[in-house]
């Protein structure tokens, strides 16, 4: 039997049913699993996506053609039913299910299985063929549990304050910064948001997610609380004059590269926090063995690592090159490219 899911130079595209899965050219039809920038690109016809995710979807792309289908709903297109399942990864995230012809199979997008205030968990969907995101794929990859790194965050904070100091957190705008807000005590002082972080935060509370409250740094008229706020800002506002404002502070980045050494030191920043969206390596074996599927798919991220390292151990295994990029950071590709050298230090 033919592959349902193939690569095109536009994206994975599903031969039966005619449409594409987060593809990164214009298409006719599109399935998005989640709203970040490499997976939910402008410039396609007809959008499908899942329902808790369609406002965060419409705030990024604008006045575009959205249909919206709530979990484990299932339509039929081409003859092939279609239905989506919670990836766990971010806001309105969600695996592809495709059934045609008696075989299944998933798209994963990106997920991830620790616990999230913010969106809801991973759900393992049963299919024959199982495509996997590995962009920490491995198995030096081992996260902490969240409520530590959130102690180990209100901690920095609390010191910082005490003595008189900003606490400036650098995290991606969409997702990370949320999860984080969830996360904080929010007693230790106020909580400032980048305009970025700001605006998706917002469409976050207008979805039912509650996070405490948040200003922007424009609104603040007592600079002395500036002094004892934890500021959240995208990485690209590291080195920028908005920083200037916050004088002396302290600043840390939280994301799961953090673990190596060669991605703190590139960043310069005081502190980093080990906290990813994505699944570790015993997270994306709990996820690939749950599903059932005989066959894996993986796709962006370590890709060769884990191909072989599932051969090895049983799977039918291969990978599909995509064109997506990292959400942990906006130089994900450099960052990445140190992994190896810091295997042996993290």
Same mark, same amino acid.
């Given at each position: 039997?033919?592959?349902m899911v193939v !690569?095109r130079?536009?994206?994975?595209?599903?031969v039966?049913?005619?449409?594409y899965i987060?593809p990164?050219?214009?298409v006719e039809?599109?399935?998005?699993t989640h709203a970040?920038a490499?997976?939910?690109? +402008?410039?396609?016809?007809?959008?499908?996506?899942?329902?808790?995710?369609e406002?965060?979807?419409?705030?990024r792309l @604008?006045?575009?053609? $959205?249909? #919206?289908?709530?979990?484990g709903d299932t339509i039929?297109?081409? @003859?092939v039913? !279609?239905s989506?399942?919670?990836a766990g990864?971010? &806001?309105?995230s969600?695996? !592809?299910?495709m059934q045609?012809?008696?075989?299944?199979?998933?798209?994963?997008?990106?997920?991830?299985?620790?616990?999230d205030?913010?969106?809801?968990p /991973?759900?393992? +969907?049963?299919?024959?063929? /199982?495509?996997t995101?590995?962009?920490?794929?491995?198995?030096?990859?081992?996260?902490? *549990?969240?409520?530590?790194?959130y102690?180990?965050?209100?901690?920095?904070?609390?010191?910082?304050a005490a003595? @008189?100091?900003?606490?400036?957190?650098?995290?991606?705008?969409? %997702?990370?910064?949320q999860r984080i807000?969830? @996360? &904080?005590d *929010?007693? $230790?002082?106020?909580?400032?948001?980048?305009? *970025?972080a700001?605006?998706?935060?917002?469409?976050?509370?207008?979805s039912?997610?509650?996070?405490?409250?948040?200003v922007?740094?424009g609104?603040?008229?007592?600079?002395?609380a500036l002094?004892t706020? &934890?500021v959240?800002a995208?990485?690209?506002?590291? %080195?920028?004059?908005?920083?200037?404002?916050?004088g002396?502070?302290?600043?840390? /980045?939280a994301?799961?590269?953090?673990l190596?050494?060669? #991605?703190?030191?590139?960043?310069?920043?005081?502190?980093?926090?080990?906290?990813s969206d994505?699944?570790?390596w015993?997270?994306l074996m709990?996820?690939?063995?749950?599903?059932?599927?005989?066959?894996?798919? !993986?796709?962006?991220g #370590?890709?060769?690592?884990?191909?072989r390292?599932?051969?090895?151990?049983?799977?039918?295994?291969?990978? /599909?090159?995509?064109?997506?990029?990292?959400?942990?950071?906006?130089? %994900?590709?450099s960052?990445a490219?140190?992994?190896?050298?810091?295997?042996?230090?993290a």
């Amino acid at each position: 039997m033919a592959d349902m899911v193939v !690569v095109r130079k536009e994206g994975l595209y599903c031969v039966p049913g005619q449409f594409y899965i987060d593809p990164w050219r214009p298409v006719e039809r599109a399935i998005i699993t989640h709203a970040h920038a490499d997976h939910a690109r +402008v410039g396609h016809r007809h959008y499908l996506c899942a329902a808790p995710g369609e406002q965060v979807l419409r705030a990024r792309l @604008g006045p575009v053609s $959205i249909q #919206a289908l709530a979990y484990g709903d299932t339509i039929e297109h081409h @003859g092939v039913q !279609v239905s989506l399942h919670p990836a766990g990864h971010v &806001l309105g995230s969600a695996q !592809v299910r495709m059934q045609h012809g008696g075989e299944v199979w998933v798209a994963s997008g990106d997920y991830k299985l620790q616990p999230d205030p913010t969106c809801l968990p /991973f759900e393992p +969907v049963r299919c024959d063929t /199982f495509i996997t995101e590995s962009t920490f794929g491995l198995p030096i990859y081992r996260w902490q *549990a969240p409520q530590e790194i959130y102690d180990d965050i209100n901690q920095w904070w609390r010191r910082n304050a005490a003595e @008189g100091r900003t606490s400036v957190l650098f995290c991606y705008a969409f %997702g990370k910064a949320q999860r984080i807000l969830a @996360g &904080l005590d *929010a007693s $230790i002082g106020p909580l400032i948001c980048h305009g *970025a972080a700001q605006a998706l935060t917002q469409v976050y509370r207008e979805s039912g997610v509650a996070l405490p409250a948040t200003v922007m740094v424009g609104e603040v008229t007592d600079k002395a609380a500036l002094k004892t706020a &934890l500021v959240i800002a995208p990485p690209s506002a590291a %080195g920028s004059p908005w920083m200037k404002r916050f004088g002396d502070y302290s600043d840390a /980045f939280a994301s799961g590269w953090m673990l190596l050494r060669g #991605a703190r030191r590139r960043r310069g920043v005081d502190r980093g926090f080990v906290l990813s969206d994505h699944a570790d390596w015993p997270g994306l074996m709990q996820a690939i063995t749950a599903t059932q599927a005989e066959r894996i798919i !993986v796709t962006h991220g #370590a890709i060769p690592v884990m191909v072989r390292w599932l051969q090895q151990n049983g799977w039918q295994a291969g990978g /599909f090159e995509t064109e997506y990029g990292d959400d942990e950071a906006d130089d %994900g590709a450099s960052v990445a490219s140190t992994a190896a050298e810091d295997v042996s230090h993290a």
